[in-house]
T-cell receptor, first 120, second 115 residues
Framework: AQKITQTQPGMFVQEKEAVTLDCTYDTSDQSYGLFWYKQPSSGEMIFLIY??????QNATEGRYSLNFQKARKSANLVISASQLGDSAMYFCAMREGHIAGGTSYGKLTFGQGTILTVHP | GAGVSQTPSNKVTEKGKYVELRCDPI?????LYWYRQSLGQGPEFLIYFQGTGAADDSGLPNDRFFAVRPEGSVSTLKIQRTERGDSAVYLC?????????????FGPGTRLLVL
């Protein structure tokens, strides 16, 4: 089963408008973290925002905010006031914090990504 | 400060050859990760190190893939008898610790092409 699902292969938004990129996840762990990364055409992965499973408030970082709905297991990224430079691939990722034998799981599991195109 | 660096940035090799990909993490980061990203896909986990030891190598596809981090800093991913299916971008990341909330910072990747 997919641990991270991003159902929107591509999204289009007008410059200065807001856009929501969807992400749902699947885990049985109580402790986990959700991350969003941006990957421009140049290829580097740029960290945007983090939400912990125990965080009661939605994370915000500048124009980025995370709409975290724990019961629905969704962690949607909201980008406000879109800019042309926001055009890129966006990945949602999860890190599970299950403690097994004293070792935390360190890896990130990524979704398939959403290509965002911002129109002038 | 300096971010994660990876060398080479591009590598073209022939099927059956051996390749080494190098990753230099952010100074002071104890955890180092290798991922592989195929075209149009999200990165897939290969292996991660905590210090010098491989804490989880469950993502290595087969025994042709091996990685080391002998001094707890620089890591090398080694691929023997390369196959065309190994062509991908190999990404390295590092984080201060392996705690759930720790951000992984990625390098620019090595684009491997096996002819």
């Amino acid at each position: 089963a997919q641990k991270i699902t991003q159902t929107q292969p591509g999204m289009f938004v007008q410059e200065k408008e807001a856009v929501t990129l969807d992400c749902t996840y699947d885990t049985s762990d109580q402790s986990y973290g959700l991350f969003w990364y941006k990957q421009p055409s140049s290829g580097e992965m740029i960290f945007l925002i983090y939400q912990g499973s125990y965080d009661e408030q939605n994370a915000t970082e500048g124009r980025y905010s995370l709409n975290f709905q724990k019961a629905r297991k969704s962690a949607n990224l909201v980008i406000s006031a879109s800019q042309l430079g926001d055009s890129a691939m966006y990945f949602c990722a999860m890190r599970e914090g299950h403690i097994a034998g004293g070792t935390s799981y360190g890896k990130l599991t990524f979704g398939q990504g959403t290509i965002l195109t911002v129109h002038p | 400060g300096a971010g994660v660096s990876q060398t080479p940035s591009n590598k073209v090799t022939e099927k059956g050859k051996y390749v080494e990909l190098r990753c230099d993490p952010i100074s002071g980061h104890t955890a180092l990760y290798w991922y592989r990203q195929s075209l149009g896909q999200g990165p897939e986990f290969l292996i991660y190190f905590q210090g010098t030891g491989a804490a989880d190598d469950s993502g290595l596809p087969n025994d042709r893939f091996f990685a080391v981090r002998p001094e707890g800093s620089v890591s090398t991913l080694k691929i023997q008898r390369t196959e065309r299916g190994d062509s991908a971008v190999y990404l390295c990341a590092s984080s201060l610790t392996v705690a759930v909330q720790e951000t992984q910072y990625f390098g620019p990747g090595t684009r491997l092409l096996v002819l």
